[in-house]
T-cell receptor, first 112, second 113 residues
């Protein structure tokens, strides 16, 4: 199976909260990451969480980590049209020795 | 602007040909990564260099090779191209070798006809 799994699409109404989920396999990952890719652009690091943390908040973004279930989520409060993008979850397997392993990305679609 | 520059932005070539993709990392970054993005496979890690030396190898085909030069820019060489090599190739850079804080270029879109 895949190392990092995400749903391919999420549709939310403007102003609502978006919750993007991810499951990963490598329990030795030290950090877990969320990257954002806007149309025609490269990936941009949004936020990350250290594996001994449960939660991290950064303005409209909240990251939750359930290490027992190897589940990571990204919550975007008050979703705006500018949040429309593909969101990638990533883990650094083997402490980053083999580069980051990315999920296939979740397309966030904002409905007016 | 991430500070990572990739050229060319678009490339169209025929099967069997060879192409070279170029990447200039952010100023001060010693590590360069290459990723391949396709619809079916998603983002696949190809290879990483750190300060001129190969550091990690992922799902890179034998037909592909890369190197990092003394000025830290990197090139990815793709040879004997096949239709399935059509993809977006990203370069990323980072300050250190063991970090997930990567800065990505805008990618080189390769189309093999």
């Amino acid at each position: 199976g895949e190392d990092v799994e995400q749903s391919l699409f999420l549709s939310v109404r403007e102003g609502d909260s978006s919750v993007i989920n991810c499951t990963y396999t490598d329990s030795s990952s030290t950090y877990l990451y969320w990257y954002k890719q806007e149309p025609g652009a490269g990936l941009q690091l949004l936020t990350y969480i250290f594996s001994n943390m449960d939660m991290k908040q950064d303005q409209r973004l909240t990251v939750l980590l359930n290490k027992k279930d190897k589940h990571l989520s990204l919550r975007i409060a008050d979703t705006q049209t500018g949040d429309s993008a593909i969101y990638f979850c990533a883990e650094n397997e083997r402490g980053g020795a083999d580069g980051l392993t990315f999920g296939k990305g979740t397309h966030l679609i904002i409905q007016p | 602007d991430s500070g990572v520059t990739q050229t060319p932005k678009h490339l169209i070539t025929a099967t069997g040909q060879r192409v070279t993709l170029r990447c200039s990392p952010r100023s001060g970054d010693l590590s360069v990564y290459w990723y391949q993005q396709s619809l079916d496979q998603g983002l696949q890690f190809l290879i990483q260099y750190y300060n001129g030396e190969e550091r990690a190898k992922g799902n890179i085909l034998e037909r592909f090779s890369a190197q990092q030069f003394p000025d830290l820019h990197s090139e990815l060489n793709l040879s004997s191209l096949e239709l399935g090599d059509s993809a977006l190739y990203f370069c990323a850079s980072s300050v250190t070798a063991n970090t997930g804080e990567l800065f990505f270029g805008e990618g080189s879109r390769l189309t093999v006809l």
